[in-house]
């Protein structure tokens, strides 16, 4: 298999929480808490999960628009967790995001030319017909008017800004896109349109993504890989097809019961999962498995033991002790399970 273009290996992102006159430490927001994938050339790899689970803080420490705590990052083989501002600008030509909300992303003030343009004066990039040219290209390329121009942001509609938003990511031509939640501020016509959108410039540019998202829906219509998170740690990691098939953990199973099904007579078919009480706090989250305060599973182990992410079938890692679909896994993952249920139905003690 080729080297992955991005990997992501044991990523950390504490925020530290002061008290006090002189701002004494007296604990820290795990936002996130040791995660790791690789995400290979050409591919797009879904990232969702509930609100505050550490999606948007992992995709702003790959592009090191925060400081990781711990971990590394490693974009086409050069470590660049630490590497300082002068050295990694040249490499933002080839990392690029997409940010959220096209309202609050481009600036009042500037013109569609001077956003979208910006990047080739930021890194003082030449081109031979000259920056306006390019830029009108790039608009045409992203389904915009190239006469838009000398225009601004306010007299376009949301769906337009964010295809403004893109076409300033692409300006450079970068070989991987992090887009955060990139049509969730938007109508879901318009969603459709920026998703195949965004399929399209993947063909014909050569583009790698990573798609932060909490719309199931959208991430599997775009997605050749899913990670799902939870609480700062990625939970199930798997091809689009075996976790939307076969979800192995619970916290999957519970996400995409509440998927609505667009057929009415096909709605009673999948039994709701409600997940119970509330999102714990990643400043003191439960210890072990971080799920097992709202897991109808959990026992004992769940408890005491934290479940590493490992391979229970091909290609699909997860993170449980008790998995979901066992007929999935394979053999030497499925006697370790066996092992756990024996040990559940003869435990040294309880969950308090």
């Known amino acids: 298999m080729s080297e992955p273009l991005l990997s992501v290996q044991g990523l950390e992102k504490h925020f530290p929480v002061t008290k006090g006159l002189f701002k004494r430490q007296v604990g820290a927001v795990r936002a996130v808490d040791g995660v790791s994938f690789d995400v290979f050339k050409g591919e797009t790899i879904g990232l969702v999960g509930e609100s505050g689970c550490g999606k ?31 050295r990694i600008r040249p490499l933002r030509r080839d990392m690029q995001l997409i940010f959220q909300d096209p309202y609050s992303s481009l600036n009042p003030r500037h013109t569609v030319g001077a956003i979208v343009g910006a990047p080739f004066r930021i890194q003082g990039v030449k081109t031979e017909q000259g920056i306006k040219k390019e830029v009108q290209d790039i608009l045409a390329l992203v389904g915009l008017n190239p006469e838009h121009y000398n225009r601004y942001p306010h007299e376009f509609s949301g769906g337009q800004r964010q295809r403004i938003g893109i076409a300033r990511t692409l300006a450079l031509k970068p070989k991987l896109i992090i887009a955060d939640e990139p049509v969730s501020a938007l109508d879901v016509s318009i ?59 619970p916290y999957t199973n519970a996400l995409l019961s509440a998927v609505p099904i667009p057929d009415v007579k096909h709605r009673g078919d999948r039994e709701r999962i409600r997940l119970q009480g509330d999102v714990p706090s990643p ?12 897991c109808w599973k959990a026992q004992v182990v769940c408890k005491t033991e934290e479940p590493p992410l490992v391979e229970l079938a091909p290609g699909h890692q997860v993170a ?33």
């Not at 590394?72 to 470590?79: P, S």
């Not at 719309?215 to 689009?240: F, N, Q, T």
């Not at 006697?335 to 308090?352: E, M």
């Open 191 to 249: 969603q459709a349109q920026v998703v195949n959108l965004l399929e399209d410039l993947q063909n014909e540019l050569d583009l790698t993504y990573v798609v932060i998202a909490h719309d199931l829906s959208v991430v599997r219509h775009i997605s050749d890989r899913v990670a799902v998170m939870y609480l700062g740690k990625i939970v199930e990691l798997a091809d689009r097809k075996s976790l939307y098939d076969a979800p192995m953990h």
């Open 56 to 86: 948007t803080t992992t995709g702003r420490l790959i592009t090191r628009l925060i400081e990781p705590t711990g971990g590394k990052v490693v974009f086409e083989g050069n470590d660049i967790t630490h590497m300082s501002q002068s």
């Open 320 to 352: 449980c002790h008790f998995p979901e679909n066992a007929d999935k896994i394979s053999a030497p993952a499925a006697a370790k399970v066996a092992r756990n249920v024996q040990d559940a139905q003869h435990p040294k003690g309880t969950i308090a």
């Open 283 to 294: 400043l003191n989250p439960p210890p072990a498995c971080r799920f097992h305060t709202r």
